[in-house]
């Protein structure tokens, strides 16, 4: 816990506004399936306790941040309001998870009354030997709350985060959980975090869940305590002033995953090593890594993004993503592009612009490949996908010392892209209905 001496000024403004809230509310009694398993004698957790949303308690924040104003967002920045936590022990499973205020500062008064402080609560404290610290035991997700023109609030297919985020655990022997149970408790802290879901279009609020191991001890072996988290942040849309289509570096000195390894995972320990190959493109004058594989610079990933390349063979467009061979993360948006595309071609549902005659492939792909197309004037357009852009149009790869000229459309995207991004937006935002909007207020 810190303590942290503000100015007078803002002392006085806070604590009026928020006196009344410091209060932990029970909301057990709204889930009737009360199921805890206890040993009655000792007391103790007879089986190890999953995720029990019935067991949530509320205590709202005494001093409610501003919003700041939508267009003044950058991505991660602001943290909204609350946050959720729920510790995991071997011997007890996992405990009552609790809404918390999320690094909000507390008044606090000492006993003699004229010394008085604010404290900043909503942190985490962690012992320096944790395992998180030493042996990266850390794994997240990413996903996104959106408000409707009606007021709705929804989250786009988070069951797929739930699945990818248990995937993830069980690759760190970190401790998985009822997917559903922890989604219940994530609609409590956006519902009541809702205001923070801003309203202008193209804004979301950003979902960060993360687990961490994190017992106090200096050996390698799986963790006997872990937290999960989940905090939120408002963003602004990725592309605000249109689509800018992005150049890439073809990256072979620096490897993002190896087969064998934890590319497929959501592991913080993926993302720290980026960093400097992401810095080197950025030199050399491109936007990201265009992630390439083996002696035959098999396409990948793109930075943080899945990939997808559009190659024309006479009549016929094909949709081609990298295939899920343990190197790619296996990404929501990845997945639904799919099968948007592949509704068109048979026919579920034709979407308007898309090419008649389509063919949608989850095959290897290589820098061979892409140049080939390119000469002969077949290769189409390339993007990336992830729940932050959606969409991200590629320009050109720098390649063995020159540059590949990617196609882009008008406004930036291409024939392919733009109708599968209009729906997948018209998706999210509601203006289409669909069963993968899982409501989280009305
Ligand atoms: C390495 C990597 N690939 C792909 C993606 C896209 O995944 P999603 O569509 O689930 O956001 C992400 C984004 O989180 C990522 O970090």
């Given at each position: 816990?810190?303590?942290?001496?503000?100015?007078?000024?803002?002392?006085?403004?806070?604590?009026?506004?928020?006196?009344?809230?410091?209060?932990?509310?029970?909301?057990?009694?709204?889930?009737?399936?009360?199921?805890?398993?206890?040993?009655?004698?000792?007391?103790?957790?007879?089986?190890?306790?999953?995720?029990?949303?019935?067991?949530?308690?509320?205590?709202?924040?005494?001093?409610?941040?501003?919003?700041?104003?939508?267009?003044?967002?950058?991505?991660?920045?602001?943290?909204?309001?609350?946050?959720?936590?729920?510790?995991?022990?071997?011997a007890t499973g996992w405990e009552a998870p609790s809404i918390e205020p999320c690094e909000s500062y507390r008044f606090r008064r000492n006993f003699y009354?004229?010394?008085?402080?604010?404290?900043?609560?909503?942190?985490?404290?962690?012992?320096?030997?944790?395992?998180?610290?030493?042996?990266?035991?850390?794994l997240f997700e990413g996903m996104k709350a959106y408000r409707h023109e009606?007021?709705?609030?929804?989250?786009?297919?988070?069951?797929?985060?739930?699945?990818?985020?248990?995937?993830?655990?069980?690759?760190?022997?970190?401790?998985?959980?009822?997917?559903?149970?922890?989604?219940?408790?994530?609609?409590?802290?956006?519902?009541?975090?809702?205001?923070?879901?801003?309203?202008?279009?193209?804004?979301?609020?950003?979902?960060r869940p993360t687990l961490i191991g994190t017992n106090g001890t200096l050996g390698v072996a799986p963790p006997t305590e872990a937290l999960l988290f989940v905090?939120?942040?408002?963003?602004?849309?990725?592309?605000p002033r249109g689509f800018k289509p992005v150049p890439l570096h073809g990256t072979t000195e620096y490897i993002r995953a190896a087969p064998g390894g934890t590319g497929a995972y959501k592991l913080a320990a993926n993302y720290a090593p980026g960093v400097v190959a992401q810095k080197s493109a950025s030199k050399q004058g491109y936007a990201q890594n265009l992630w390439l594989h083996g002696p035959?610079?098999?396409?990948?990933?793109?930075?943080?993004?899945?990939?997808?390349?559009?190659?024309?063979?006479?009549?016929?467009?094909?949709?081609?993503?990298?295939?899920?061979?343990?190197?790619?993360?296996?990404?929501?948006?990845?997945d639904s592009v799919l099968a948007l595309a592949r509704n068109h071609v048979s026919g579920v549902k034709r979407l308007e612009g898309l090419p008649d005659v389509m063919k949608v492939s989850e095959r290897p792909i290589n820098m061979g490949e892409?140049?080939?197309?390119?000469?002969?004037?077949?290769?189409?357009?390339?993007?990336?996908?992830?729940?932050?852009c959606v969409v991200t149009p590629v320009d050109r790869i720098g390649y063995n010392g020159g540059d590949v000229m990617i196609p882009t459309g008008k406004d930036g995207m291409g024939p392919v892209s733009k109708p599968l991004w209009t729906e997948l937006v018209g998706i999210q935002t509601g203006v289409i209905k669909s069963d993968w909007n899982y409501v989280v207020a009305q």
């Open positions: 816990m810190s303590f942290v001496r503000l100015p007078f000024r803002f002392t006085r403004l806070t604590r009026s506004a928020t006196r009344s809230s410091w209060r932990p509310t029970a909301i057990g009694s709204r889930y009737m399936s009360q199921n805890i398993n206890r040993d009655s004698t000792m007391g103790k957790a007879a089986v190890p306790l999953d995720i029990e949303p019935s067991r949530l308690t509320v205590t709202k924040t005494m001093s409610p941040k501003v919003l700041p104003p939508s267009k003044s967002l950058i991505f991660g920045k602001t943290l909204s309001d609350h946050m959720l936590r729920i510790r995991w022990t071997e009354r004229y010394v008085s402080s604010y404290v900043l609560v909503g942190t985490i404290n962690l012992s320096p030997s944790a395992t998180v610290i030493h042996y990266a035991q850390s009606d007021g709705t609030v929804t989250m786009f297919r988070p069951d797929m985060n739930m699945k990818r985020m248990n995937t993830s655990a069980q690759r760190l022997a970190l401790p998985t959980f009822e997917g559903n149970a922890l989604l219940e408790c994530i609609k409590e802290l956006i519902s009541l975090d809702r205001q923070w879901v801003p309203k202008e279009p193209g804004h979301s609020l950003y979902i905090i939120t942040s408002p963003v602004g849309p990725y592309y035959e610079h098999w396409l990948t990933e793109v930075g943080t993004m899945n990939l997808f390349a559009v190659i024309k063979d006479k009549d016929v467009t094909e949709l081609i993503t990298p295939p899920l061979d343990g190197m790619i993360l296996p990404g929501v948006t990845r892409i140049i080939q197309s390119s000469k002969e004037g077949r290769l189409i357009e390339l993007f990336g996908t992830g729940t932050a």
